[in-house]
């Protein structure tokens, strides 16, 4: 099983749409969670961390479920400059030893 | 501006010949990391720092050398390039939990 699991879509929504992805991840001792935003050929940026009691900014909105050992990203009201690839970001610390995986990503598509 | 500097953007090289790309960042960032990033592969990490003078060993580390002498530069090093280095490389730096900031990308292409 991969570290970081996300369903690549495309996902190709119309303006307006709401839609969701999820990020699985096999390590339950995971710390901190993100999700990025990179557009093609640029640098990944960081659109929000993901905490326990969920969190919004916007029209986006992160959760984190440990029991099931995954995190989620809704976006509402889709904008055409919403297009991009979402990255989930899971942060392990142990002992003075940092891992952070990503996973592959998930392309979005917002239609016009 | 806060900020993380790679450099080159591009850069194309033949197999064998030592190259170096630097990366900087100005927000006094303890840690720092490389990754490469390949179709359908997503980011990989190579190397990372958790402070100067303290580096390890990220998912892909085998042809790549990192150096961590000040706190604001992290080189990374390619001692004998192979064409299956050519991918797109980011540099980042962060503070833990508060997620990390990216360098623009160099695009190597080794022939």
């Known amino acids: 099983r991969k570290e970081v699991e996300q369903d690549p879509g495309p996902f190709n929504v119309p303006e307006g749409a709401t839609v969701a992805f999820n990020c699985t991840y096999s390590?339950?001792?995971?710390?901190?969670f993100f999700w990025y935003r990179q557009d093609c050929r640029k640098e990944p940026k960081l659109l929000m961390s993901?905490?326990?009691s969920g969190n919004e900014d916007g029209r986006f909105t992160a959760q984190l479920n440990r029991a099931s050992q995954y995190i989620s990203l809704l976006i509402r009201d889709s904008k055409l400059s919403d297009s991009a690839t979402y990255l989930c970001?899971?942060?392990?610390?142990?002992?003075?030893?940092?891992?952070?995986?990503f996973g592959t990503g998930t392309k979005l598509q917002v239609i016009p | 501006e806060a900020q993380v500097t790679q450099n080159p953007r591009y850069l194309i090289t033949v197999t064998g010949k030592k190259l170096t790309v630097t990366c900087s960042q100005n927000?006094?960032?303890?840690?720092m990391s490389w990754y490469r990033q390949d179709p359908g592969l997503g980011l990989r990490q190579i190397y990372y720092?958790?402070?100067?003078?303290?580096?390890d060993k990220g998912d892909v580390p085998e042809g790549y050398k990192v150096s961590r002498k000040e706190k604001r530069n992290f080189p990374l090093i390619l001692e004998s390039p192979s064409p299956n280095q050519t991918s797109l490389y980011f540099c980042?730096?962060?503070?833990?939990?508060?997620?990390?900031?990216f360098g623009s990308g160099t695009r190597l292409t080794v022939v």
């Open positions: 993901v905490y326990s």
């Open positions: 390590n339950s001792a995971s710390q901190s």
């Open positions: 970001v899971v942060n392990d610390f142990s002992g003075g030893y940092q891992k952070v995986t």
């Open positions: 980042a730096s962060g503070r833990g939990g508060l997620g990390y900031t």
């Open positions: 720092s958790m402070n100067v003078e303290v580096t």
């Open positions: 927000m006094n960032h303890e840690y």
